[in-house]
């Protein structure tokens, strides 16, 4: 692997040897400082590469052969080059990154302001990977050197983009710390992520599609350590469950809870069974309408079972307040003969 220092000194040398064909600003030593951020990431994703002082620019071709970090909208903003373009008459312009078969990793804005000043030569950190014929694994590298880049010197990484990455960088088993310092992502949106690669991973397994229909927070809700801890089948169950009534996070994680305390995989699928049945109307409505919303028997049921949790402690709930007694009261009444005609039409 080249190290900061071999890098420099061959900048050094190119750069001593180079002719009046090359722009005159292109023989001037680099500041240090200014590169060893970049230096920092390859090295740290053990990548090699060299460097070519006077990289020919033409060879480049943004619109097809870059990697996808920037959608589409972000990728070197008119206003950004022409700023950049001025400020390469005054300032030295660190290196852009390019695979060996040319496809830019990080500098499509500089490679553009370049273009706008008629100037078709700029230094490059060549990478020892040919983006044609690379793995999976150097795939994500190039992913992660040019998300890492972008989010800590261009425009910020939007949410599709800030996904993209921690996506590759889970991948890469990247710790949330290391994604968090990398992106600037807080740990919070990378738990999310990682919950859901780990559903659509044991969906995929199990081969049970994964599609739109399911929620983002259905997928998170099937990714936590509670839920992917039931065995194949009755996670299935629950799954294809989910999916088909569109069951919310608390939803899912509840219904998990309670197939794991039958503690067995029978008990498990019956628990499944009986809440497909009690769905069955919300499954319908959700099936002809593409929307979930629990009914509000269902959500009554969940009120009534927080209030039955305190037999013998009802106690508990007896307000303390004297300002608002009055209006603690006439809340029970209300509930009371609310749920005294609910019970008049139930049984009916």
Partial sequence: MNSSQQVLDTWQTAATRAT???????????????????IKEMDRLGLTYRL??????DSLDIATRRIQVRENDHVAPKDTVRRFSIQMGQ?????????????VVDGNTRKEAKRLRDEKFHPAFVL??????????????LWILGATLNAANGLPLTAAERRKSVEAMISENWKGEQIARALGVNQGVIT??????????????????????????????????????LNDKPYTDLTVLARDAGLGFNEIREIAKEMRDTGSDAGALEVATAKRVELRDRITSTHLTGFSRPPASAI?????????GFIGREHELVERNDEIIEKHLALIDQTIAVLTRVKELQTS
């Fill in 91 to 103: 300032t030295e312009f660190p290196p852009i990154i390019v695979t060996a078969d040319c496809w």
């Fill in 300 to 308: 009554l049921r969940a009120r009534l079972a927080y209030a039955t």
């Fill in 128 to 141: 020892d990977i040919v983006h044609a014929t690379a793995s999976a694994h150097e795939l994500n590298l």
């Fill in 52 to 57: 070519e002082p006077q990289f020919d620019l």
């Fill in 192 to 229: 999310k992520i990682r919950r859901e690669l780990e559903a659509q991973a044991k969906m995929q397994r199990l081969r049970i599609p994964v599609d739109k229909s399911m929620s983002m927070a259905g997928l998170r809700a099937l990714g936590t350590p509670d839920v992917l801890a």
């Fill in 20 to 38: 009046g064909s090359r722009p005159a600003s292109a023989v001037l030593p680099p500041p240090r400082e200014k590169w060893a951020g970049i």
